[in-house]
């Protein structure tokens, strides 16, 4: 290998490093939860997206660092490259490195476990911050503290600081305090009473809740996304929490009096103007932007709305959703019980004839919104006029 | 994003254990040249950024070829071409001694040692 390749490698080495350190930064800034700047990325759920690609191309491009480093040195003999990578060599400096290294590895591995419950998957998410700044620690080791590495790391720590201080901690968020609950078929419905600032919510948004302690209850205190499904007066919320994992399982026995902190509101998912005609699109616990919406008020614009559910008995609002269709005369109100084959929906989506002329708003599952978006781009239905929540939002 | 990540993470392992395999089978670089022998006089006579020797711990260095490449700016270390460096390579006048790496680098450039008699 000549001269001129072996400086190539060094410098690529040298500038994966950094621009691996940058990537890093990036992605910590969209993991900062605040309603303005999930505003300005389109959405949390876009933010998110874009925080794992950031993540992991910061991965792929810190695994070439090292190895690029090490091959630049194969003029001068193989004893050499590992002699530069070695994590006992300059310690601590290489052994910061791969520390960091190694808590990116595994906080991503383990990000990638499907089965991982809520509470276990945020510890083992959690160590991807301590390894970023112990990343940054042996990048200043070496290069010094200066400007670069000043710009490198203060971004990081502000969003790691914030992100604890304002979105996770037990004091982030806002106080609320359960005012009222009622027992709905395998679901709590709960509404939240402010204990100051209130949250400003609209129809079709929703908010980061965490229960705390109240008479005979001790919540989990972990900041879950569920969707507003009423604002009452004196702006009390009403939420409609499904027993779905271990933390959730346990709001099912809360009490009036309970502490609760509320973060938000995130979310434009019912926010369209215009005045093209609606369809909105509703599948078991996605029935909650949309109940929203009709306490509210008057449905404005003529919409379908279909409401897909297991079976009559535990579709949740479902008397007072044809209730409200009988007395709003724009709304034209289609149920439909679903089990595993979605067929059936797609046939009542099929015989509706404007549809690429219409505002469409999808909330449910992730595999009964994939199904519904790809019929919906089937009959050419603009991308722009489609608007989904998915139920499945790890924050 | 999960089959990138493992094959990604595979790849890198496998390279790692190689390197550390050969790293701590072979013998450590080895110059063979013959070493020419100069007096501190012969050293000052290249004092120029584009002709610049070094001494440092003893050997003299040429690196004129090297000074484009450092990574701080030329005129730090062009400041010592002629003359006796090896406090300023040790602490890098703050404290801060170079890397294995650099140390691995310096000897390529190595082209003799200081004649004390001379």
């Given amino acids: 290998m000549d001269e001129h390749a072996s400086e190539f490698l060094r410098q690529t080495g040298i500038w994966a490093g950094w621009l691996g350190g940058v990537l890093l930064n990036a992605s910590l800034v969209l993991m900062v939860r605040e309603p303005l700047l999930a505003r300005m990325f389109g959405g949390l759920e876009r933010m998110y997206r874009w925080h794992h690609r950031f993540g992991m191309a910061a991965y792929l491009i810190l695994l070439v660092h090292p190895i690029a480093l090490v091959a630049a040195t194969w003029p001068t003999g193989s004893s050499t490259g590992w002699q530069l990578i070695s994590p006992v060599t300059a310690f601590p400096n290489n052994a910061l490195g791969w520390i960091g290294l190694g808590g990116l590895m595994a906080g991503l591995a383990a990000s990638f476990i499907g089965r991982l419950s809520y509470s276990s998957w945020r510890k083992s998410h959690a160590v991807l911050g301590p390894a970023v700044l112990l990343g940054y620690a042996h990048a200043a080791a070496y290069s010094g503290v200066s400007i670069g590495t000043a710009l490198l790391v203060l971004p990081a720590l502000l969003s790691l600081i914030w992100r604890n201080l304002r979105a996770d ?61 009423g604002v009452h007066a004196h702006d009390e919320l009403v939420l409609a929490i499904k027993r779905l994992g271990d933390c959730t399982q346990h709001i099912q026995s809360v009490h009036r009096g309970t502490a609760v902190r509320l973060h938000g509101p995130f979310g434009t998912f019912l926010q369209t103007r215009g005045d093209r005609r609606s369809l909105w699109i509703a599948g078991g616990m996605g029935i909650a932007p949309f109940i929203a919406a009709l306490r509210a008020g008057n449905v404005r614009r003529q919409t379908e709305f279909i409401y897909s559910y297991r079976s009559e008995k535990d579709a949740l609002y479902l008397s007072e959703v044809i209730d ?72 | ?108 450039y190595e082209i003799g040692v200081v004649d004390q008699v001379k």
């Fill in chain 2, 1 to 108: 994003m999960k089959i990138l990540y493992v094959a990604a993470t595979l790849a890198f392992w496998l390279s790692v254990a190689t390197l550390w395999i050969i790293g701590t089978k072979s013998a450590p670089y080895r110059t063979t040249q013959v070493l020419n022998r100069y007096a501190d006089t012969d050293v000052a006579r290249h004092a120029e950024p584009d002709d610049c020797w070094m001494t440092i711990a003893g050997k003299v260095y040429d690196l004129s070829g090297y000074l484009p490449q450092h990574p701080t700016s030329t005129s730090v270390i062009a400041d010592w071409c002629g003359k006796e460096a090896t406090n300023a390579f040790e602490t890098k006048n703050a404290d801060q001694p170079h890397s294995p790496y650099a140390r691995e680098l310096l000897r390529r």
């Fill in chain 1, 169 to 229: 901690g037990i004091r982030a968020g806002e106080p609320y305090e359960v005012a009222s609950v009622a027992s709905l078929p395998d679901t709590m419905e709960v509404t939240l009473r402010p204990l100051t600032t209130p949250l400003n919510v609209v129809p079709g948004q929703f908010v980061m809740a965490a229960f705390f302690d109240g008479p005979d209850f001790h919540g989990c205190g972990e900041f879950h996304p569920y969707t507003v499904c």
């Fill in chain 1, 324 to 395: 409200q269709a009988t007395r709003q005369p724009l709304l034209r109100f289609h149920g439909l019980e679903l089990q595993e084959d979605l067929q059936p929906l797609v046939s009542v989506l099929q015989r509706i004839e404007d549809l690429p002329t219409r505002d469409i708003h999808v909330c449910g599952p992730p595999p009964m919104v994939d199904a519904v978006a790809k019929e919906l781009a089937a009959r050419g239905v603009p991308r722009s006029q489609i608007h989904y929540e998915k139920l499945d939002l790890r924050t």
